[in-house]
């Protein structure tokens, strides 16, 4: 199994455009997870989805947006990028929630200018 | 508001023995995790802990006081690739993992 993968592993965003961050998943978790992670901050949930077709927003949403229209892949949509987005972006999944780890990818380091 | 609190850096000797603490406030309680970071890599598993008292897992240990909202990660056997950032992350009763942010440990020989 890969696990969890990320594409790309590092990208230069201009400020204003648009991408896709990949994230993939071979485990046939239900739960898949974007976090955010900055310098010395504890990472934040961006958003998240319980199973295909289900998402929902986490604590820092805003600039962004995803889609789960299968149960393997979960991209996160980054709009009209911001300085403030650049970061690293960790896609995780899990079987389920409580007492299941969660599962990373190797993050994307992504840098707006 | 929620919040996790760490130490941000710590310092031990290899072979040595080192405790790891986080305390934290949150809107409910489903579970505390710590997670073990490389420099420049993913957070991978550690620890689990849901009820009080001490979960052993080779040398490493975790304990969890929920009266206190306390818990430390203790490393035995210090060894070089030690060297990493560990993570405190508690489930709120939204199911949601709050992070702290971190404790960079530095292992010296």
């Known amino acids: 199994n890969a696990g969890v993968t990320q594409t790309p592993k590092f990208h230069i965003l201009k400020i204003g455009q648009s991408m896709t961050l990949q994230c993939t998943q071979d485990m046939n978790h239900n739960y898949m997870y974007w976090y955010r992670q900055d310098p010395g901050m504890g990472l934040k949930l961006i958003y998240y989805?319980?199973?295909?077709?289900?998402?929902d927003k986490g604590e820092v949403p805003n600039g962004y947006n995803v889609s789960r229209s299968t149960t393997e892949d979960f991209p996160l949509r980054l709009e009209l990028a911001a300085p403030s987005q650049t970061s690293v972006y960790f896609c995780?999944?899990?079987?389920?929630?409580?007492?299941?780890?969660?599962?990373f990818g190797p993050g994307t380091r992504l840098t707006v200018t | 508001g929620q919040n996790i609190d760490q130490p941000t850096e710590m310092t031990a000797t290899e072979g040595a023995i080192v405790q790891i603490n986080c305390t934290y406030q949150?809107?409910?309680?489903?579970?505390l995790f710590w997670y073990q970071q490389h420099a420049g890599e993913a957070p991978t598993f550690l620890s689990y802990?849901?009820l009080d008292g001490l979960e052993e897992k080779g040398r490493f240990s975790s304990f969890l006081s929920r009266s206190k909202g306390y818990s430390y990660l203790l490393l035995k056997e210090l060894q070089m690739k030690d060297s990493a950032s560990y993570l405190c992350?508690?489930?709120?009763?939204?199911?949601?993992?709050?992070w702290g942010a971190g404790t960079k440990l530095i292992i010296k020989p």
């Open positions: 949150t809107s409910g309680f489903n579970g």
């Open positions: 802990n849901v």
């Open positions: 989805s319980v199973g295909a077709g289900i998402t």
């Open positions: 995780a999944s899990s079987y389920s929630t409580d007492s299941y780890e969660q599962y």
């Open positions: 992350a508690v489930m709120d009763s939204n199911y949601q993992l709050i």
